[in-house]
């Protein structure tokens, strides 16, 4: 009786976790401290050469004193920091993007890809919601869709392509 009553019990209470609407990454925090990526270190405040020549504001645009790691080490190798911002398609590659464009491309490519993927994730999440334990349910949903990089690997190997960036293989 009381194995029967325990069994009902268990079997309630997994019933009530499955039917919680759990998301994808669940990056949430028990912790009660400060979080400390909220204050972010900029760089010293410097004065401008010329007032005159003020640039105009830009409400939401970059700030000067902004931190950007990735420009400041492109810079501090030598590079061009303004390489990193989007101008469109380089001149280097308009020939590929003419290819890749030959058969026409859809205006609402984003809009259809995003509808794909969420019915996509909605029919491999059926049963993902039953879980005793915090699984990591992106992992779960895309594990068809992911490459094993190794086998990939091998497979280059194996029918003559050079892999010469990937580690040796093993003798």
Do not use: W
């Amino acid at each position: 009786m009381r194995i029967a009553l325990g069994l009902m019990i268990l079997g309630a209470g997994v019933m009530l976790a499955g039917c919680g609407n759990k998301p994808l990454h669940d990056l949430r925090t028990n912790s009660q401290g400060p979080d400390e990526f909220m204050v972010l270190p900029v760089k010293p405040l410097t004065a401008p050469q010329d007032y005159d020549v003020l640039p105009a504001p830009t409400p939401g645009g970059k700030n000067l004193v902004d931190q950007n790691p990735k420009a400041d080490a492109i810079a501090a190798l030598g590079g061009k920091p303004s390489a990193l911002e989007s101008t469109g398609v380089p001149s280097s590659d308009g020939a590929l993007v003419a290819s890749a464009g030959r058969y026409g491309v859809p205006a609402n490519t984003r809009a259809a890809l995003a509808q794909s993927d969420a019915d996509f994730r909605k029919r491999q999440g059926r049963m993902s919601g039953f879980k005793l334990f915090p699984v990591d349910r992106y992992s779960q949903i895309y594990k068809r869709e992911s490459i094993e990089p190794f086998y990939i690997n091998e497979r280059f190997r194996r029918s003559g392509f050079g892999t010469p960036t990937a580690p040796p293989a093993n003798q």
